[in-house]
């Protein structure tokens, strides 16, 4: 199983939308600072979380919600 998942810094008003397949360690390394693209923006809040069956899939997904925009 694979998760796509998005993030939320409240006191930036920032989202980050990713993909893993272990959704608590991946959450865990996001508010410890140990991604280099979230570390700035701490602490973040999982708003959202959808399982896939592949990672191919869940890349899909990610790539869709990326392309959206904030605002959408």
């Known amino acids: 199983m694979y998760f796509v998942y998005i993030l939320y810094s409240s006191k930036f008003d920032?989202?980050?939308i990713g993909q893993t397949n272990n959704l608590?360690?991946?959450l865990t390394r996001h508010n410890a600072g140990s991604?280099?693209?979230t570390k700035p923006y701490l602490?973040?809040?999982?708003?959202?979380?959808?399982?896939?069956?592949s990672r191919r899939e869940s890349m899909e997904?990610?790539?869709k919600l990326n392309n959206l925009g904030?605002?959408?």
């Open 43 to 53: 602490p973040w809040i999982l708003e959202l979380s959808i399982e896939k069956d």
């Open 24 to 26: 608590s360690d991946r």
């Open 61 to 63: 997904l990610e790539r």
């Open 35 to 37: 991604v280099k693209s």
């Open 14 to 16: 920032k989202y980050y």
């Open 70 to 72: 904030k605002e959408k």
